[in-house]
């Protein structure tokens, strides 16, 4: 059974700096892999999906990372804003029809 | 605007009572899905559809019912409330198999008291 977990749990960082968020899976046979972002009482944002051949992907200050052979995935978060406070989960698909989720690392990031 | 739509936005329910959640959404989307989220467990996957008139379930199904009647909604039911179902409810749904272009609605916070 696929497991995902996401650590740290939770990370309170001053505005400016860079950080990096971790996600491990235990099978690593995944098709791709996506990080989402949640908002306080909100759903759930896709912020960037990597296919397994794919070694990382890029959008603005995100870069996610892809190491299938580990089972390890990372978000880079570039100079951190305020704005970007929010939880960031991880998710791979399993037995090709769902998604499966880590637990989510929520962020705040102070001025 | 396009999307998922979740209602009731909130709900308070008496142990045993009975509702339905509604999940409408018009991209016309094959794939449809019902999460709960709860603190420290993220999101787990409680019924999903893979089309109009078929459903399947998840990790956690007991004590829920869907249907999918029409393509473009997925309707969760309780029948008998209980407190472990106090939780937030999310419906997603995609146009792919492997998790590709998941749209997610706002939420339903349920409250069974």
């Known amino acids: 059974k696929q497991e995902v977990t996401q650590i740290p749990a939770a990370l309170s960082v001053p505005e400016g700096e860079n950080l990096v968020l971790n996600c491990s899976f235990t099978d690593s046979a995944i098709y791709n892999l996506q990080w989402f972002r949640q908002d306080p009482g909100k759903g759930l944002t896709s912020l960037l999906l990597?296919?397994?051949?794919?070694r990382e992907q890029t959008s603005g200050r995100l870069n996610a990372s892809l190491d299938k052979s580990s089972g390890r995935s990372t978000l880079y978060i570039a100079a951190s804003q305020p704005g970007d406070s929010a939880t960031y989960l991880c998710a791979v698909p399993y037995n090709t029809d769902k998604l499966i989720f880590g637990t989510g690392t929520r962020l705040q990031v102070f001025p | 605007n396009a999307g998922v739509t979740q209602t009731p936005k909130f709900r308070v329910l008496k142990t045993g009572q009975s509702m339905t959640l509604l999940c409408a959404q018009d991209?016309?989307?094959?794939?449809m899905y019902w999460y709960r989220q709860d603190p420290g467990m993220g999101l787990r996957l409680i019924h999903y559809s893979v089309g109009e008139g078929t459903t399947a379930k998840g990790e956690v199904p007991d004590g829920y019912n869907v249907s999918r009647l029409k393509k473009q909604n997925f309707l969760l039911g309780l029948e008998s409330a209980a407190p472990s179902q106090t939780s937030v409810y999310f419906c997603a749904s995609s146009p792919k198999l492997t998790g590709v272009g998941y749209t997610f609605g706002s939420g339903t916070r349920l409250t069974v008291v």
């Open positions: 991209m016309n989307h094959e794939y």
């Open positions: 990597i296919q397994s051949s794919q």
